[in-house]
């Protein structure tokens, strides 16, 4: 059994960073891609960053150049570093790890909640 526990979310002004990390509880970490989602209120949930056990990432266009996802495999851990932020960043955003094995399951987080003011 895999549990993601997200944090670092929190208010912060336009233009300004945020850092979440994404704990994995469980094993075999270092096999799972990891992917960053968000979704807004009324919206649906999207994905923003991707990054596979060989840290190859992509990004969604709206966040190209300001997110960077990361992953540690010694804290069994993965990051989404959030700069430049803008108001329409604000969403829960949800931690995912995807393996293949068992033909293939999803696992997510609680979700941690991102606000960004004007």
């Known amino acids: 059994q895999v549990q993601l526990v997200e944090s670092g979310g929190g208010l912060v002004q336009s233009g300004g960073s945020l850092r979440l990390s994404c704990a994995f509880w469980?094993?075999?970490?270092?096999?799972?891609?990891m992917a960053w989602y968000r979704q807004a209120p009324g919206k649906q949930r999207e994905l923003v960053a991707i990054?596979?056990?060989?840290?190859?990432?992509n990004y969604a266009e709206f966040v190209k150049g300001r997110f960077t996802i990361s992953r540690d495999h010694a804290k069994m851990t993965v990051y989404l570093q959030m700069n430049s932020l803008k108001p329409e960043d604000t969403a829960a955003y949800y931690c995912?790890?995807?393996?293949?094995?068992?033909?293939?399951?999803?696992?997510w987080g609680q979700g941690t909640q991102v606000t960004v003011s004007s």
């Open positions: 995912n790890g995807h393996t293949l094995a068992s033909g293939g399951r999803d696992y």
């Open positions: 469980g094993s075999f970490f270092s096999s799972y891609v």
């Open positions: 990054i596979t056990p060989g840290s190859s990432t």
